[in-house]
């Protein structure tokens, strides 16, 4: 293989780990789709190695190295599909090493993504009906879906604006915890704590701590260590919003 050859597979190894790594894939993952990918291109013995902070790669045949760094991290399991089915097109021979490099560049740019509108109905909707299956009243359906609604629109301006996730996750909890208590206040709801409880779910980091315990479970602890910490500190971040609201108001 020529090594302009070599050089773009290398690339295309490092983007598909790294738009994999920032759209929220466990690292068993990333790990198996990247050295797919690299053996398919003729490449005996891929020395990659995966952080949540970054990706590192040698070719001791061609002695070459190089580092990617990852610096965002958010949650979005379409672009981890669609680098699935490329290197998987990739492993059939259905595409080159170029199409395969245009194909996850375009995904890392332009793949599409739901509209603000609709991430905030989609939060509305989860927060009214898990209020409901932990056994919630159903008087309180449309003031919690409003409320959960309101505080995910607080945090995807906030966290959009400043890119600060933490402050984001608790200016939103705060916002529901001020608004449900209003709420029951005016008579619009019945208990305060199940209209708070369903109005946090969509904040919740529940892939953060799923991916965790896969990657401790798979080896990777550095990184099941890292995004549980992450995981932690967001769910603090929630509970010392609420907290404040329960203990001022």
């Known amino acids: 293989m020529q090594d302009t050859q070599m ?46 902070t970054g990706i590192m790669m040698s070719v001791p045949d061609y002695k070459l190295a190089q580092v990617e760094p990852i610096q965002k991290r958010t949650i979005d399991l379409e672009k981890v599909s669609r680098v699935n089915d490329i290197s998987r097109a990739f492993q059939l021979k259905k595409i080159t090493v170029e199409e395969m490099k245009v194909k996850l560049e375009f995904i890392d740019k332009k793949a599409p993504f739901f509209a603000w509108t609709w991430q905030v109905l989609a939060a509305a909707m989860i927060s009214c009906t898990l209020m409901i299956m932990y056994n919630g009243h159903w008087q309180d359906f449309i003031t919690t879906a409003v409320i959960g609604g309101l505080g995910y629109a607080c945090y995807y301006f906030i966290n959009t604006t400043f890119k600060i996730k933490f402050v984001s996750e608790f200016l939103a909890s705060l ?4 608004l449900s208590v209003l709420a029951v206040r005016n008579n619009l709801g019945i208990s305060v704590g199940m209209i708070i409880i369903g109005s946090v779910m969509p904040l919740v980091p529940g892939v953060l701590i799923t991916n965790s315990v896969r990657d401790v ?32 108001m």
């Open 7 to 52: 050089q773009e597979l290398i690339d295309s190894v490092m983007l598909a780990g790294k738009i994999m790594i920032e759209s929220g894939a466990d690292m068993a993952r990333v790990d198996d789709t990247l050295k797919r990918i690299a053996r398919n291109g003729r490449i005996k013995e891929p020395k990659i190695f995966e952080t949540t």
């Open 217 to 248: 479970l798979a080896g990777h602890l550095l990184s099941g260590l890292a995004r549980g910490t992450e995981a932690l500190l967001s769910a603090s971040a929630i509970a010392l919003g609420i907290a404040m609201v329960l203990r001022f």
């Open 175 to 178: 916002v529901i915890g001020v």
